[in-house]
């Protein structure tokens, strides 16, 4: 966990120990949460209320998490003949890009599974992010959030990380909407204070609620600490150059 302040580590275990009784084990880590973002029963819920937004149903290209919790909404993604681009576990082999128009419907539930991002994905350069993809959307799981949009507690933040790269690579920009699915027991419901790398929600979906957060600005600046350097594949990183800039 990345987090020092003690008012969010404070909120980070008293959301933790609410999601026990929520979050689904995962097949690698079991119930060992703090190596993943758990999913949870009723993910499939608050992915069709994302489903059923304008920003959802305008975008065209987004970017999504490979987290378990958003499974259901890369398969509906998927059948939505959408493009996605997810990132690879830490980084490790950079950016996968999985075209919906592609797969056939009936396979998008395995396709949205990380077995199936090897399978159906196709790996794409810093190069062709650059050159070929805008971000209609960007999808994000967290272990907690606060109400202003604020994801914090376990984990090692790679979004904070991802962002500030698809910025400079021009695939976002200000008006590129950030949407967070997650579990109502998540939600932690005030404001925490801010960490100088924070990538803040737009909007909040839950199986229950949707959540708007008043826009927040985003650094555009990488912080290259939040890579764990066990995880990360330095040749990956050194291609990317002056981005560090």
């Known amino acids: 966990m990345i987090e020092s302040d003690p008012e969010r580590l404070a909120a980070a275990a008293q959301v933790a120990a609410a999601m026990e009784a929520h979050a689904l084990p995962d097949a690698r880590f079991d119930r060992d949460f703090s190596w993943f973002i758990p999913g949870f029963a009723d993910a499939a819920i608050a992915a069709q209320r994302l489903v059923g937004l304008d920003i959802y149903r305008a975008a065209a290209t987004l970017f999504v998490t490979p987290d378990n919790g958003l499974a259901p909404l ?127 929600a737009d909007v909040i979906v839950t199986p229950t609620a949707l959540h708007r957060c008043e826009f927040r600005e985003r650094s555009t600046a990488i912080c290259w600490d939040l890579i764990d350097p066990k995880l990360a594949d330095e040749t990956y990183f050194a291609a990317m150059g002056d981005l560090s800039g």
């Open 74 to 200: 890369r398969a509906a993604a998927i059948r939505d003949r959408k493009t996605l681009v997810l990132p690879t576990y830490g980084l490790r082999r950079g950016f996968v890009l999985i075209d919906g128009s592609a797969i056939d419907p009936a396979l998008a539930t395995y396709a949205s599974w990380l077995d199936g991002l090897e399978l159906f994905g196709r790996p794409i350069s810093l190069e062709a992010l650059a050159s070929n993809i805008r971000f209609d959307l960007v999808v994000t799981a967290a272990a907690a959030i606060s109400t202003a949009g604020q994801r914090f507690g376990m984990g090692s933040a790679y979004l904070d990380l991802e962002y500030p790269i698809l910025s400079r690579l021009g695939c976002t920009t200000v008006a590129t909407t950030i949407a967070a699915i997650a579990h109502d027991a998540q939600i932690w419901p005030a404001k925490l204070p801010d960490r100088a790398t924070d990538i803040c």
